[in-house]
């Protein structure tokens, strides 16, 4: 569970020049009002801005809540609508991406990669091609895709999309484990990856990630090897192919047409982490999910032509899937995408990538904004960031000193700043700012409002509104486009932990409060997912792997506060009979996770105990295993979600402190 480390400051405003059109909290609020009252007529508005093939027959298909289709029977293409539009227009040789990949010298990237839209346009047409032609790739299949920070990702997947076959992503970070589990879920067809990637001076070797992936993965027949840092790898005949020996019959001027999908057909499977069980396959449409990063890329981002966006994310998250790859690219605009680390070969990579494209909107993280304050703020002193005129930070709650030292820094104290809350499964931003609206005053740390359709709510443990000031669950009321279409292959489930606690209202899993003057304020997790540096992980996936080690009986993982990262985790466990803790033990255990989820999920620490504590019902109590990671006394009894006594709660501390003490 996640508690509030820092004081909300909720009067300390600060109002951002250069917004011609800053409105006040009453008119935002009448606007937002009407929005959700009449919210499917309010959607469909915004939807009539992209190029349809075919209009649809209903706004909103709510026949079979909460499986709900937005433009139901209405038909187009995301690729269409990222490349084929622009190259029909003036934007045609703009530059869409400016790529840098890792290796610097003299403060330079050796290699910059400038892609226009005709550009993109002409290397998706010959890879949907090559998809087609080579491996068959039609509407109905999926890809899998384990790619480095490299144009070919979002080639790839914008050439999924013009096929009408859906992607999945696998993050670059993920293990090979995790890599088939998801590939066997998603029943994935072939897998693209590449020979390597560079990141932080080291070189990843992802094709022999995807080799012993390879092993498990049982619908993949082929892999494509992308090039990228000419590292040896081996090539199973028959099997794997380079994607340059794919391309090579391919015409330079090879054409296909984008299929006209169906608005409610799946653009691509993405996998989060639950409490519970294994990921989860969240399935995103295409018209309701398009719609929806159109409004938020102008409402949020303020994004205009004359623009250079700088979304800092991995495309392997959902942050990166909407804005870097579909979004921007929709609104036809010039971003930067970068390979590798932004704070190597020294801590202002970052910074002089500002500076050396002039980046006017810039997307980040709290994470990354901490390790830019332990850096030290002498190298952002070093390069001229005045380009930047927006910014907005994602992935968990940003601390008022984050804030102000960013604010500062970069936004002089002036450009408007915010905090954009969604999650993997809304697919777009839901609570913020919106300063290509309106502007109200800034706070720092608040997430702002929810933007115009979204009907966002603070409730108690039984649904009703949660006064202001006081801490509930965050909840949707009602349908958005861009919400998922189902958990793929797991219907009831997408029902269970959405849409049970509160029936009919989606449950974010999130506490947040609201303000006196109504900003929301998301706190934080309310249930057992740890935020690693922003990125989500299941407690489940971390002790399904640690039990497969032979010394484990039992594991209880928690996350503990990380001055960077936000939060780390850290493991408990119990070892079966004839096994005794060691220094090696808590090594290979570390390994073991490494190996299994991923060099994102390393475990801070290991602790051996005899016991775990557990309510009646046996729940692991882990609000008190994470007392003890933390040295503190088990804390707040009143919780909401607290199914134990608090005689149990200080018994089971007390025991399982006094256990670990001594070890
Ligand atoms: C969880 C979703 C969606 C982009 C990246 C994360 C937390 C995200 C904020 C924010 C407070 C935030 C929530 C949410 N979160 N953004 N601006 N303020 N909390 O996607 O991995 O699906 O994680 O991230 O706890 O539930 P995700």
Known sequence: MTELNWSISFDERISPEGMPNAAKVDDYAN????????YKEFWAGLATELDWFKP??????????????????????ASYLCLDRHVKSARKNKVAIIWEGEPMEDGKPKEVRKLTYYDMYREVNRVAHMLKEKYNIKQGDVIGIYLPMIPELPIFMLAASRLGAAFCVVFSGFSSDAIAERMNDAEAKIIVTADGSWRAGKMLDLKSIVDQAMQKAKTVKNVVVVTRTRNKVNMVEGR??????????????????????????????????????????????????????????????????SDVYWCMADIGWVTGHSYIVFGPLMEGATEVMYEGSPVFPEQNRWASIIERYGVSVFYTSPTAIRGWIKGGEQWVKMHDTSSVRLMNSVGEPINPEAFKWLFRLVGREKVPFGSTWWMTETGGIMISHVPGLMMLPMKPGTNGFPIPGIDAEVVDEKGNPQKAGERGFLVLKKPWPGMPLTIFKDPNRFVDVYFSKFPGQFY????????????????????????????????????????????????????????????????????????????????????????????????????????????????????????????MPPGDTTTLDDEASIDEIKNAYAQLSGEVGKK
């Open 31 to 38: 606007f937002h009002k009407k929005s959700i009252k009449e």
């Open 56 to 77: 649809w027959d209903k706004v909103l298909d709510d026949s079979n809540p909460p499986f709900y289709k937005w433009f139901a029977g209405g038909e187009l293409n």
């Open 240 to 305: 794997d192919e380079y994607f340059e020996d794919a391309m090579k019959g391919v015409h330079t001027n090879a054409y296909v047409e984008p299929e006209r999908v169906k608005s409610e057909s799946p653009l691509y499977i993405l996998y989060t982490s639950g409490t519970t069980g294994k990921p989860k396959g969240q399935v995103h449409d295409v018209g309701g999910y398009m719609t929806l990063l159109h409004a938020t890329m102008k409402w949020v981002f303020d994004i205009k032509d």
């Open 508 to 631: 974010a899993g999130d506490y947040a409060v609201r303000d006196p003057d109504g900003y929301f304020w998301v706190l934080g997790r309310a249930d057992e997912i740890i935020k690693v540096a922003g990125h989500r992980l299941g407690t489940y996936e971390l002790e399904s792997a640690l039990i497969q080690h032979k010394a484990v009986a039992e594991s209880a993982v928690v996350g503990v506060p990380d001055e960077i990262k936000g939060e780390v985790p850290v493991a408990f466990v119990i070892l079966r009979q004839g096994f005794i803790p060691s220094e090696q033990l808590k090594g290979e255990l570390k390994e073991l996770i490494r190996q299994q989820v991923g060099p994102i999920a390393s475990l801070k620490d290991v602790f051996f105990a005899s016991k775990l504590p557990k309510t009646r019902s046996a729940k692991i109590m882990r609000r008190v295993v994470k007392a003890v990671a933390m040295g």
